[in-house]
């Protein structure tokens, strides 16, 4: 019923810059928390940065400096701005949404491939 879409991700090389944009649709309800994940090949997904209603946005360690979450609580859209990208960056980026009610993200887009390489 409610959908997230994920679209920006592409091929970059080091140190270059992209832009991820989230989209929904499906729902009338202003979630409480919009963020990113990601899944690096062979890896568990992780945290990128969540922007909370009442809190402060939170990145994760690695990407702090680099990245920054935009959030439209209106229109419920969530943009991911990279910078300085790293090879490490490589992975399956997941929007995320968390609606009234529930302790954890519980809406997720199908995702949008980064690679970082050379």
């Known amino acids: 019923q409610v959908q997230l879409v994920e679209s920006g991700g592409g091929l970059v090389q080091p140190g270059g810059s992209l832009r991820l944009s989230c989209t929904t649709s499906?729902?009338?309800?202003?979630?409480?928390?919009m963020g990113w994940y990601r899944r690096a090949p062979g890896k568990e997904r992780e945290l990128v940065a969540q922007?909370?209603?009442?809190?402060?946005?939170n990145y994760a360690d690695s990407v702090k400096g680099r990245f920054t979450l935009s959030r439209d609580n209106a229109k419920n859209t969530a943009s991911l701005s990279m910078s300085n990208l790293k090879p490490e960056d490589t992975a399956v980026y997941y929007c995320?949404?968390?609606?009234?009610?529930?302790?954890?993200?519980?809406?997720w887009g199908q995702g949008t491939q980064v690679t970082v390489s050379s």
């Open positions: 995320s949404a968390r609606r009234a009610g529930s302790l954890i993200d519980d809406v």
């Open positions: 499906g729902t009338i309800f202003r979630f409480v928390a």
């Open positions: 922007s909370s209603d009442g809190r402060i946005t």
